[in-house]
């Protein structure tokens, strides 16, 4: 069964320095997002991209952060400048269909644990 | 977002049926119920979702009442592989999944 792959599963990272976070989707698979999962608490939203373009972010989701596709398989998650709040679990996940289809589910990556020193 | 409400966890025996009840009472015409459960140390996973019919599928089944404002996933029988958080959501014209507290699903051998 295919499934979203991420990179690395764990990284250590200096607080200020900048990080990137690899997910390959699910090949057919049209929509990208990330989630974050702060220790022991929710599964939080970050951002939707469909197109190339960011098509939902939430308020966690500021300037210090952007996305990319940089070719027809990998999607990317960069921190600009990390902050010790910013150690969590990351989640990339990517689902099939056209438009806003509240039919498709998300098929999640297992994380990339983020530890920021 | 349309709020759900969950036991925060069940316990159950191996081998065993498991229902696990979720309260979605200002649910709207257009949301679907989706299920995901977590697994520990992995990421969330799709389990099922329907809209106002019973569902069933290779993992569990979704029961909903007629007036919508409850569902129940039923997992038919335990297995020690089960024991994960189970997160009923609502999902209508939106891109997110926004996940709640869950509840912690823990099966006995």
């Known amino acids: 069964e295919p499934e979203v792959t991420q990179t690395p599963s764990h990284q250590v990272t200096q607080m200020g320095q900048e990080v990137i976070l690899r997910c390959v989707p699910i090949s057919n698979h049209l929509y990208f997002y990330w989630y974050r999962q702060i220790l022991g608490q929710k599964v939080e939203f970050l951002v939707s991209?469909?197109?190339?373009?960011?098509?939902?972010k939430s308020e966690i989701f500021d300037d210090q952060f952007s996305v990319e596709r940089p070719d027809g398989s990998n999607f990317t998650l960069k921190i600009r400048s990390t902050k010790l709040e910013d150690s969590a679990m990351y989640f990339c996940?990517?689902?099939?269909?056209?438009?806003?289809?509240?039919?498709?589910?998300?098929?999640f990556g297992d994380g990339t644990r983020l530890s920021i020193l | 977002d349309a709020k759900t409400t969950q036991p925060n966890s069940m316990e159950s025996n191996e081998e065993e049926p498991v229902h696990l009840p979720c309260n979605h009472s200002?649910?709207?015409?257009?949301?679907?119920i989706h299920w995901y459960r977590q697994l520990p140390s992995q990421g969330p996973e799709y389990v099922i979702h329907?809209?106002?019919s019973n569902v069933n599928n290779r993992m569990a089944s979704l029961a909903i009442a007629e007036d919508r404002k409850s569902s129940t996933l039923i997992l038919h029988r335990a297995t020690l592989r089960d024991a994960a958080v189970y997160y009923c959501i609502l999902r209508s014209n939106d891109y997110k999944l926004s996940f709640g507290a869950g509840t912690t699903v823990t099966v006995r051998a």
């Open positions: 200002t649910i709207s015409g257009t949301d679907y």
């Open positions: 991209f469909y197109n190339n373009e960011i098509s939902e």
């Open positions: 329907g809209l106002t």
């Open positions: 996940a990517s689902s099939e269909g056209e438009g806003l289809d509240s039919n498709q589910p998300q098929h």
